[in-house]
């Protein structure tokens, strides 16, 4: 019983919001991204290899993993991002696993999501039981980026090329929630995927 759900969904496509109305509707919700931060917090095994690798000019000087640099460094060189990713997937994925046991321990019909930006591209979507997709139109995308973090449309778009696109996403979905629209409408969508979801997870052996 219970069920693991990855949801994921490219840059400016409301992925964040719609895992926020998940944990809105009782979802148990793990972030990738913050699983990522408590890893390479400093002294931990991750931020050594990283250290190591990249070099303390990655550092901030509370001896911090200066994210935005080490995303421009990655962004950059495909090599480095490839050895970034072999660091810490595999640490995300069994952390993603431990935590799941544990609310299943507990909660045995538990709905449990997995809010990840790269799911798909890190194959992590093949121990996921269901797979959810939100998507969006590039318009939409774009303004909603440039909104919140103060890019040129330039930075956007290399940004959005550099990531796999959504029409491929999609092929890989179970479940696509459409978020073009407003808040509200996304919201309607996921309160109806929850609680399919939810029933799956009851029914699920």
């Given at each position: 019983?219970?069920?693991?759900?990855?949801?994921?969904?490219?840059?400016?496509?409301?992925?964040?919001?719609?895992?926020?109305?998940?944990?809105?509707?009782?979802?148990?919700?793990?972030?990738?991204?913050?699983?990522?931060?408590?890893?390479?917090?400093?002294?931990?095994?991750?931020?050594?290899?990283?250290?190591?690798?990249?070099?303390?000019?990655?550092?901030?000087?509370?001896?911090?993993?200066?994210?935005?640099?080490?995303?421009?460094?990655?962004?950059?060189?495909?090599?480095?991002?490839?050895?970034?990713?072999?660091?810490?997937?595999?640490?995300?994925?069994?952390?993603?696993?431990?935590?799941?046991?544990?609310?299943?321990?507990?909660?045995?019909?538990?709905?449990?999501?997995?809010?990840?930006?790269?799911?798909i591209e890190s194959e992590n979507y093949k121990n996921m039981?269901?797979?959810?997709?939100?998507?969006?139109?590039?318009?939409?995308?774009?303004?909603?980026?440039?909104?919140?973090?103060?890019?040129?449309?330039?930075?956007?778009?290399?940004?959005?090329?550099?990531?796999?696109?959504?029409?491929?996403?999609?092929?890989?979905?179970?479940?696509?929630?459409?978020?073009?629209?407003?808040?509200?409408?996304?919201?309607?969508?996921?309160?109806?995927?929850?609680?399919?979801?939810?029933?799956?997870?009851?029914?699920?052996?």
């Amino acid at each position: 019983m219970s069920l693991l759900v990855g949801l994921t969904g490219g840059i400016g496509s409301g992925k964040t919001l719609a895992a926020s109305f998940f944990k809105e509707f009782g979802a148990y919700v793990l972030d990738a991204d913050l699983i990522c931060r408590e890893l390479v917090e400093p002294g931990k095994p991750a931020w050594n290899e990283i250290s190591k690798i990249f070099g303390e000019e990655i550092l901030d000087p509370s001896g911090n993993l200066d994210r935005k640099k080490l995303a421009r460094i990655v962004f950059e060189n495909k090599k480095k991002k490839i050895e970034l990713e072999e660091i810490l997937h595999p640490r995300v994925f069994e952390s993603e696993k431990l935590k799941y046991e544990s609310i299943r321990k507990k909660h045995p019909k538990a709905l449990v999501i997995v809010d990840a930006a790269l799911l798909i591209e890190s194959e992590n979507y093949k121990n996921m039981d269901k797979v959810v997709v939100v998507d969006s139109d590039e318009k939409t995308r774009i303004n909603r980026i440039q909104a919140r973090n103060k890019m040129s449309l330039d930075e956007v778009v290399a940004r959005m090329k550099n990531q796999m696109p959504g029409e491929e996403k999609k092929q890989y979905a179970d479940f696509i929630l459409e978020n073009s629209l407003d808040k509200d409408k996304l919201r309607e969508q996921v309160k109806d995927l929850n609680t399919k979801l939810s029933l799956l997870a009851v029914e699920n052996i």
